[in-house]
Each structure stands twice: as structure tokens, then as C-alpha cells.
């Protein structure tokens, strides 16, 4: 039975698209068996070695020069990969060539909506025959629109690494910016200190300003405690409260407040544990270390027994600076330290308030977290527009591979010079 192509099931009928022809995959291109690396491979060799996650190793031989798809014949048959120029293809994959009737990079963006994992044929490691996948069906367009689609797809996919590289790049920003905020600090005027512009002088910690001050974490603390167990019989989908757990807390800090669950609780008995805005919460078992700082939520919120929760001397510590100060690489470190336990290790708050730091005046931790604040607002900002683009394919990728919309209309309302 010929297999055709996804997007979800809506391809267009041919008869409906002008000009174009329901071909199979075999009419399109050939499939070639990849090949074992072992007697090429050499860590110094001028040629990639490919499989359908990219270039994986280096070899000094190819067995294709030019343009090809990589699709995979065992194990991550699910992905497709486009290469070019000369390259060798590992056993477990498939490269195309011979595009007599295709054009590669059109052919490579169609294959991409095919779930490939429904063709698999093995019961253990998942296998693609080749023969499998010479019966896919491919509505083929004449080839100068084929050109014309897969120039606009990339152009598309251009814009995307392009985000992509801009939000490793805030990234970077943001972890060299950290590395100095908590490490030398800010004068009054906003510059970064250096020991050849400012006093620095000896710590338990090593260097620091000669403004800070060394002192245990809990000398900066009101409060601390951990949530308490629910009954299972708690949860409600129309509970007074809020349960936060450690699965609401991503790996940056940030709170999912919508996810999290509710119960219906007697308030007098734990108004004890009701967080408070700016509470710092550290989670405290499973994933150890994880910072973030409660900003408030339209019902009571409750942290659950594997968050520690801290009330800090807002006259004298910042929230938000001792977030990031966890959540650098650093810090999480020192915390993990003080993780007590074997395989199931467990953090104390006890043992978090004994932590000796470093505190710099409650008026440079506010200057620095807006520092801070700048290269995140950015990444966020690349964010929105990541996913912005990455819609934007999609729907292109819907339109144009099907007939949807013809190449040249497309074009012609867009603007996008092909």
C-alpha cells in the first residue's frame, strides 16, 4: 500500500493543484545504503561523517559529493537531515541522490511532514525498509516552483538560526554579566569594579569588594520553612488553594503559576505556609538547587514539601539577586555541596541559612539585578520571536507543499523576493 505524505492528513487532491503530479518517492530520487565509518574514520579527516542528527564524526573518504537527504534506516528514523558537499553516511541512515525529477532542498522540506515513525516496520529497534519508503506518495510540482518553494522555506529557516544564535548570544551576555555582578560587583556609578579601580580584599570566599560583607545566608533571613504533604484527598479542581510543586519550577527559575494544581484546604490550618510576594524558594529534593522568587497569584499558593521557602530582610537582601546568584553556575554548585543523603539526596534549609556570603549593599543588588534584567528581557523578546517564525513555517510548509497556495500568489501578496 503507497504511503502519502502528513501535514496531518490534508494533503490536496492532485486534481485540484494545477499542473501537478502525484509521483512516489522512487520516481524522485534514489535510496543508498550507508555504510560502516570504521575504516575511515580519523579525527583529523577532511570529510564529515553523517547520520540523521548532523555531522557526528570525521573521515578521510566519502561516498557522496553534492547535494543529498538523510533519512534514517535504524533507530532515530524519525528525523531527516539535508547535507551537501562530500560527506560519508553511517550504516544506520540512508542517503538520497540522482534528483532527476526533484529538487533536494523541496524534496528535504516535504519528507519533513511525513511522521515516518508509522512506517516502521520492527518490533524492537525501529527499522525503515527501503522499499517502504520508495512507495510514499509526493504531490510534485514542476520543478521551477519546487525551486520556488524551497527558497522561501529556507529563507524561513535562515531567519530561524539566525534567532537562534541571537538568543545564545543573550545568553552568553547574560552569564559573562552574572559572572562579574557576583563576583565584583558595581560601584555607585554603575561600573563594574576591577582591583586595579577599586579596594578588594581577602574572604573565606576568595576576593571581594571591599564593601561587602561575609556573613551567613540566614543573618539576611526572616523566615524559612519547608511546605507541607497534602492528602490526596486535598486536590480539587475548585480548592481555595494553590499547590506549587517542584515540576512547576523550570531550570531559570521561572514559575508556571497556570499549571499548578488546587486543593481545598482549611485556611486557619495552614495560613502558616501561604507564600508571601517576593518569598525566595529553592527546591529542596528530586531536582536540587532550582531558585525562583513568588511574585503573587489570584489565590493563596502553598509550596509543596520539596521547596524551601525563605523570607528574606528585604532592607538587606534582594530577592531577585539571590535567585541569580543560585542560579549561577556557582552558586547552584555551593548549594548542591550542602545536599545531604545517598542516591535520594535532600537540602536543609538549616544548611542554606549556614552558607557563608558575600553581601554587597542592599542598593547594589537592586542596580544589579536591573542589569541582569536587560539581557533577559531580550532573550525573551528573541523568544516570542522565535516561536513568531517557527509559526510562521509551519503554516508556509501546510500552504505551500499541499497546493494550499501556489508559489507565485504567495510570493506575489508577500513580497518576499524569490
Not at 505524505?5 to 512516489?24: F, P
Not at 533536494?104 to 519533513?112: A, D, Q, S, T
Not at 511522521?115 to 527499522?127: F, H, I, K, Y
Not at 576568595?206 to 486535598?234: H, L, N, Y
Request: hydrophobic content about 35%; proline content about 5%.
Amino acid at each position: 500500500m503507497p504511503f502519502t505524505g502528513g501535514l496531518k492528513g490534508e494533503m490536496k487532491a492532485l486534481e485540484e493543484v494545477h499542473n501537478w503530479q502525484k509521483k512516489s518517492l522512487r520516481d524522485l530520487a534514489t535510496i543508498n545504503y550507508g555504510q560502516s565509518p570504521s575504516e575511515i574514520l580519523s579525527d583529523d579527516g577532511p570529510y564529515p561523517v553523517v547520520g540523521t542528527g548532523g555531522s557526528e564524526r570525521r573521515g578521510n573518504d566519502y561516498l557522496h559529493d553534492g547535494e543529498s537527504i538523510i533519512l534514517g534506516r535504524k533507530g532515530t528514523i524519525d528525523r531527516v537531515y539535508f547535507a551537501t558537499g562530500r560527506f560519508w553516511t553511517i550504516d544506520t541512515a540512508y542517503y538520497l541522490t540522482d534528483f532527476t525529477e526533484s529538487v533536494p532542498r523541496w524534496l528535504y522540506y516535504f519528507l519533513h511532514t511525513i511522521d515516518l515513525r508509522q512506517m516502521n516496520e520492527a518490533t524492537g529497534v525501529p527499522s525503515l525498509s527501503r522499499d517502504l519508503l520508495y512507495k510514499i506518495e509526493i504531490p510534485t510540482p514542476p520543478k521551477h516552483e519546487q525551486t520556488k518553494i524551497a527558497e522561501i522555506l529556507s529563507t524561513v529557516d535562515r531567519a530561524i538560526e539566525q534567532t537562534k544564535a541571537l538568543i545564545a548570544k543573550q545568553q552568553r551576555i547574560k552569564t559573562g554579566l552574572m559572572q562579574d555582578l557576583l563576583t565584583r560587583g558595581i560601584d555607585e556609578r554603575g561600573n563594574l569594579r576591577t582591583e586595579q579601580t577599586h579596594k578588594f580584599k581577602d574572604s573565606p570566599l576568595g576576593r571581594i569588594p571591599d564593601s561587602w560583607e561575609v556573613a551567613p545566608f540566614g543573618s539576611r533571613v526572616e523566615s524559612s520553612a519547608f511546605g507541607p504533604r497534602f492528602p490526596s484527598t486535598a486536590y480539587s479542581d475548585s480548592g481555595n488553594f494553590a499547590l506549587l510543586r517542584t515540576t512547576d519550577l523550570d531550570d531559570f527559575g521561572n514559575i508556571s503559576y497556570n499549571q499548578m494544581p488546587r486543593a481545598s484546604l482549611d485556611m486557619k490550618a495552614f495560613q502558616q505556609h501561604i507564600l508571601e510576594r517576593k518569598d525566595l524558594l529553592i527546591t529542596r529534593s528530586g531536582t536540587i538547587g532550582v531558585p525562583a522568587v513568588f511574585e503573587g497569584f489570584d489565590i493563596p499558593v502553598i509550596p509543596g514539601a520539596f521547596i524551601i521557602r525563605f523570607r528574606l530582610v528585604l532592607k538587606l537582601a534582594v530577592p531577585e539577586y539571590w535567585r541569580s546568584y543560585f542560579n549561577w553556575e556557582i552558586g547552584r554548585h555551593r548549594l548542591m555541596l550542602q545536599a545531604e543523603g545517598g542516591v535520594q539526596k535532600n537540602l536543609r534549609g538549616s544548611a542554606v541559612n549556614n552558607m557563608a556570603m558575600a553581601f554587597p549593599s542592599v542598593n547594589e543588588q537592586h542596580a544589579a539585578v536591573a542589569l541582569l534584567n536587560q539581557p533577559a528581557y531580550d532573550k525573551q523578546r528573541l523568544l516570542h520571536r522565535l516561536a513568531k517564525v517557527q509559526s510562521l513555517k509551519s503554516a508556509l510548509m501546510q500552504d505551500l507543499l499541499t497546493g494550499k497556495k501556489r508559489v507565485t500568489a504567495l510570493l506575489k501578496d508577500t513580497e518576499v523576493a524569490a
